[in-house]
């Protein structure tokens, strides 16, 4: 078992509040003893750092639910909010139209008695005029009356309404706070453990190898809603030596456009390889190994993304990277997470025009770069590039919420991106 599960536990409990990472790695080959038995305990300094992750998102909780508090209880009630200004406005409306209702009732009282009491045939054409009068505005006051009552009703509905809603939010915020309260817990428990047991850390330590690289291609910069994606991943071993196994990793995340739901629910990834084409499902728990990888030579992971017909429109982002473990127990990955930013469309949307998504941070790893030989095609016209759409053309780079983004780029690094170059070697923590 790699360390990338390990310090998932300390690491992403500590981070996936309010953000949630969808897939992680996916068994697709078979996986060999030596590379399962690699399991070693975080360093304390990476403990210190969950704790510190953990305690930003709780305060940062803390805050949101009360500024949400604050809000139904001041903002909303103040004079000058939009809906309770409404609410006023209709409610002076309504006693006005109320007031005036009855005034033209009593005209048509008094016009009667004015009828009853005349006495000359010109007296009582003059009183009957008057009557017809006051009929017709006390007809005009009561309909201007319900008017007033209804718009009323509808600004008094509509406060109500934004009332609850408010309410819930707080309730969603307030369940939010407290699972980042216990993985704040949680995260200063394993510290604690972890102090209390000497921090002693076996094995060594594994190795930055930024010429093993995992590139993305054929990824689109836009998907739409109930559709399937079909992209692929090379890794390669841009060194001078065979590494003797090789565990690449994906994994996707995605927000809603405003960065307040998490979409992964709505998301499938799914590869294979040519040694073991049967598709599989994402899974956090497995690993995914290719096998040996000569130097300087590529292996192709096909890559499929399924997306729910009822997604709404969001942000995504696909995340990879690459380690390796030998036989004689030395270790080592690339020393960064790039990741694929992509926009999500709603079900029946046009894209317009889709490029490929762009690589970030790890921009223009080509693997051609290092000499890399594929041992299948990537994509239909052999591209092996990280995308030549700029992102910003279509609006997802900017669109994307940061803190939605930077949040599941921490869940991964916890389920086992940059930890990578800390693997310990085989044995150490067995």
């Known amino acids: 078992m790699k360390i990338r599960r390990v310090l998932a536990t300390a690491v992403a409990a500590a981070v996936t509040a309010p953000v949630v990472l969808l897939s992680s790695a996916t068994a697709f080959a078979a996986e060999k003893p030596a590379a399962r038995t690699q399991q070693a305990k975080p360093t304390i300094d990476e403990l210190k750092q969950a704790v510190d992750i953990a305690q930003k998102e709780y305060d940062a909780a803390v805050i949101a639910v009360k500024d949400a508090i604050r809000f139904l209880m001041e903002d909303m009630e103040a004079d000058t909010f939009p809906l309770k200004a409404a609410v006023i406005e ?42 017809d009068e006051a009929g017709k505005a006390a007809v005009a006051a009561a309909e201007a009356k319900t008017a007033a009552d209804t718009a009323y009703a509808e600004a008094d509905t509509a406060m109500d309404d934004a009332r609850v809603a408010q309410s819930r939010k707080i309730g969603l915020l307030q369940k939010t706070r407290d699972e980042a309260g216990k993985k704040l817990d949680d995260a200063k428990k394993a510290l604690a453990e972890a102090e209390a047991e000497g921090g002693e850390e076996p094995g060594g330590e594994c190795v930055p190898e930024p010429k093993l690289t995992a590139v993305v291609s054929g990824l689109p910069n836009k998907v739409v809603g109930g559709t399937t994606v079909d992209f692929a991943l090379r890794v390669t071993n841009g060194t001078a030596r065979t590494m003797d196994e090789v565990y690449p990793y994906a994994a996707v995340h995605a927000f809603d456009s405003k960065g307040l739901k998490e979409l992964d629910s709505y998301l499938d990834l799914e590869w294979s390889t040519a040694a073991d084409p049967k598709w599989r499902d994402a899974a956090p728990e497995s690993e995914l190994s290719v096998g040996a990888l000569k130097a300087k030579s590529s292996v192709d992971v096909k890559l499929r993304l399924k997306v729910d017909a009822d997604i709404p429109a969001g942000q995504g982002a696909a995340f990879v990277t690459a380690e390796y473990v030998n036989k004689d127990d030395s270790c080592g990955g690339y020393p960064d997470l790039d990741y694929y930013e992509f926009q999500i469309l709603a079900k029946g949307t046009d894209p317009g025009k889709v490029e490929d998504a762009e690589g970030r941070p790890g921009k223009g790893n080509d693997t051609t770069e290092q000499g890399g030989s594929s041992t299948t095609p990537v994509n239909g016209n052999g591209g092996t590039g990280t995308g030549s759409g700029p992102l910003a053309e279509t609006g997802a780079g900017s669109a994307l919420p940061k803190i939605a983004l930077a949040g599941g780029a921490v869940i991964v690094l916890g389920a086992g991106a940059v930890v990578v170059t800390r693997r310990r070697k085989a044995g150490a923590g067995a």
């Open 90 to 131: 209709t409610g002076n409306a309504a006693k006005a139209a109320a007031k005036a209702k009855t005034e033209a009732d009593q005209a048509v009282v008094d016009a009667q008695d004015e009828l009853d009491a005349a006495t000359t045939d010109e007296e009582k054409a003059a009183a009957r005029t008057a009557l």
